[in-house]
């Protein structure tokens, strides 16, 4: 018998620009490899954890809280989600599109280049 369906909600990029443009503070996880930020930018926001490294670094994702799961385009959001909700992540939701989508939707949230040597769970802090 298989695992129970993903709970994880789509949320598009017209909704997470308002979410970043808010006052809140939402947790948002860029699970792209380092090449790709360097080559398609990445939301100033988001933390870094490229997905081949998300299951020995997800005891430094809180508990308790929403969680935005971005790749480039969402296949590997959607992998990283299932891979938070099996290691008690409960309130998930992977942007739809991706950073593909990102870069053709009107939202006053850009994207940025990052420098080299950013580390695995970047926080802006």
Known sequence: MG??????????????????????????IDVRAQHELDEQGRVPAARHLDLLRLPSLIAEIPLGRRIYV????????????????????????????????????????????STAGESQLETDE
Request: hydrophobic share 35%; net charge negative.
């Open 3 to 28: 695992s129970p369906p993903l709970k994880t909600a789509g949320v598009t990029i017209h909704s997470m620009c308002r979410e970043l443009e808010s006052d809140s503070d939402p947790y948002l």
């Open 70 to 113: 971005l790749c480039r385009s969402g296949y590997r959001s959607t992998v990283a989600a299932s891979v938070l909700e099996q290691n008690g992540r409960q309130d998930l939701a992977v942007i739809l599109g991706g950073v593909s989508a990102w870069q053709s939707a009107e939202c006053s949230v850009k994207l940025a280049w």
